[in-house]
Protein backbone atom coordinates (compact mmCIF):
# COMPACT_ATOMS: atom_id res chain seq x y z
CA UNK A 1 0.00 0.00 0.00
CA UNK A 2 1.31 3.59 -1.29
CA UNK A 3 0.01 6.87 0.35
CA UNK A 4 0.05 9.59 -1.52
CA UNK A 5 0.87 13.88 -1.08
CA UNK A 6 0.86 16.34 -3.45
CA UNK A 7 1.88 19.74 -2.76
CA UNK A 8 2.95 22.85 -4.83
CA UNK A 9 -0.56 23.97 -6.14
CA UNK A 10 -1.81 27.77 -6.61
CA UNK A 11 -2.59 30.61 -8.30
CA UNK A 12 -0.31 31.73 -11.31
CA UNK A 13 -1.29 34.44 -13.85
CA UNK A 14 -1.15 32.74 -18.25
CA UNK A 15 2.20 31.78 -19.20
CA UNK A 16 3.93 31.06 -15.95
CA UNK A 17 4.73 27.75 -14.85
CA UNK A 18 4.65 25.82 -11.46
CA UNK A 19 5.99 22.35 -9.86
CA UNK A 20 3.54 20.14 -8.62
CA UNK A 21 5.21 17.83 -6.15
CA UNK A 22 3.65 14.12 -4.95
CA UNK A 23 5.52 12.09 -2.03
CA UNK A 24 4.78 8.54 -1.43
CA UNK A 25 5.13 6.39 1.80
CA UNK A 26 6.24 2.77 2.07
CA UNK A 27 9.42 1.29 0.70
CA UNK A 28 8.24 0.03 -2.79
CA UNK A 29 7.48 3.44 -5.08
CA UNK A 30 9.93 2.27 -7.76
CA UNK A 31 7.59 -0.61 -8.38
CA UNK A 32 4.95 1.65 -9.49
CA UNK A 33 4.21 3.64 -12.29
CA UNK A 34 3.38 7.48 -11.44
CA UNK A 35 1.07 9.49 -13.14
CA UNK A 36 -0.39 13.15 -12.91
CA UNK A 37 -4.39 13.56 -13.87
CA UNK A 38 -6.61 16.51 -13.81
CA UNK A 39 -10.04 17.09 -12.89
CA UNK A 40 -11.59 20.66 -13.87
CA UNK A 41 -15.28 21.90 -12.80
CA UNK A 42 -18.17 19.79 -14.42
CA UNK A 43 -15.88 17.66 -15.94
CA UNK A 44 -14.72 14.11 -16.07
CA UNK A 45 -11.06 13.33 -14.90
CA UNK A 46 -8.85 13.44 -17.20
CA UNK A 47 -4.99 11.98 -17.73
CA UNK A 48 -2.15 14.03 -17.92
CA UNK A 49 1.40 11.97 -17.84
CA UNK A 50 3.04 9.14 -16.66
CA UNK A 51 6.27 7.96 -16.13
CA UNK A 52 7.38 4.73 -16.14
CA UNK A 53 8.93 2.57 -13.27
CA UNK A 54 12.60 3.41 -13.53
CA UNK A 55 11.90 6.86 -15.23
CA UNK A 56 12.75 5.55 -18.70
CA UNK A 57 10.15 6.05 -20.41
CA UNK A 58 7.19 9.40 -20.00
CA UNK A 59 3.67 9.91 -21.95
CA UNK A 60 2.02 12.99 -22.27
CA UNK A 61 -2.06 13.87 -23.06
CA UNK A 62 -1.49 15.75 -26.35
CA UNK A 63 -3.22 18.94 -24.84
CA UNK A 64 -0.07 19.57 -22.68
CA UNK A 65 3.14 17.79 -24.42
CA UNK A 66 5.83 20.18 -25.09
CA UNK A 67 4.57 22.16 -22.05
CA UNK A 68 4.41 19.83 -19.24
CA UNK A 69 7.79 17.77 -17.88
CA UNK A 70 7.03 14.71 -15.20
CA UNK A 71 10.02 13.53 -13.39
CA UNK A 72 10.69 10.98 -10.58
CA UNK A 73 13.25 11.06 -7.78
CA UNK A 74 12.96 7.08 -6.77
CA UNK A 75 15.46 7.62 -4.04
CA UNK A 76 13.22 10.58 -2.33
CA UNK A 77 9.79 8.54 -2.95
CA UNK A 78 8.94 11.20 -5.53
CA UNK A 79 7.23 12.42 -8.53
CA UNK A 80 7.05 15.80 -9.85
CA UNK A 81 5.16 17.97 -12.70
CA UNK A 82 6.79 20.63 -14.06
CA UNK A 83 4.09 22.76 -15.75
CA UNK A 84 5.36 25.77 -18.25
CA UNK A 85 3.27 27.95 -20.89
CA UNK A 86 0.21 27.78 -18.70
CA UNK A 87 -2.76 28.50 -19.93
CA UNK A 88 -6.41 29.07 -18.37
CA UNK A 89 -7.72 25.55 -19.67
CA UNK A 90 -5.08 24.06 -17.21
CA UNK A 91 -7.12 25.21 -14.31
CA UNK A 92 -8.21 21.90 -12.28
CA UNK A 93 -7.59 20.02 -9.46
CA UNK A 94 -4.79 17.47 -10.20
CA UNK A 95 -4.10 14.46 -8.57
CA UNK A 96 -0.76 12.20 -8.04
CA UNK A 97 -1.47 8.59 -8.94
CA UNK A 98 0.27 5.43 -8.61
CA UNK A 99 -0.68 2.42 -10.53
CA UNK A 100 0.79 -1.29 -9.40
CA UNK A 101 1.77 -2.98 -12.13
CA UNK A 102 1.79 -6.62 -10.91
CA UNK A 103 -1.96 -5.65 -9.21
CA UNK A 104 -3.19 -3.87 -11.74
CA UNK A 105 -4.06 -1.33 -8.59
CA UNK A 106 -4.46 2.76 -8.60
CA UNK A 107 -3.35 4.50 -5.42
CA UNK A 108 -4.47 7.83 -5.44
CA UNK A 109 -3.41 11.19 -3.87
CA UNK A 110 -5.87 13.81 -1.87
CA UNK A 111 -4.95 16.79 -4.77
CA UNK A 112 -3.70 19.53 -5.33
CA UNK A 113 -5.43 23.02 -6.86
CA UNK A 114 -3.94 24.99 -9.88
CA UNK A 115 -5.27 28.23 -10.93
CA UNK A 116 -4.48 29.80 -14.14
CA UNK A 117 -5.26 33.51 -14.26
CA UNK A 118 -6.28 35.11 -18.17
Known amino acids: QVQLVESGGGLVQAGGSLRLSCAASGRTFSSYAMGWFRQAPGKEREFVAT????????YYAGSVKGRFTISRDNAKNTVYLQMNSLKPEDTAVYYC???????????WGQGTQVTVSS
Open 97 to 107: NAHAVADNYDY
Open 51 to 58: IARSGGNT
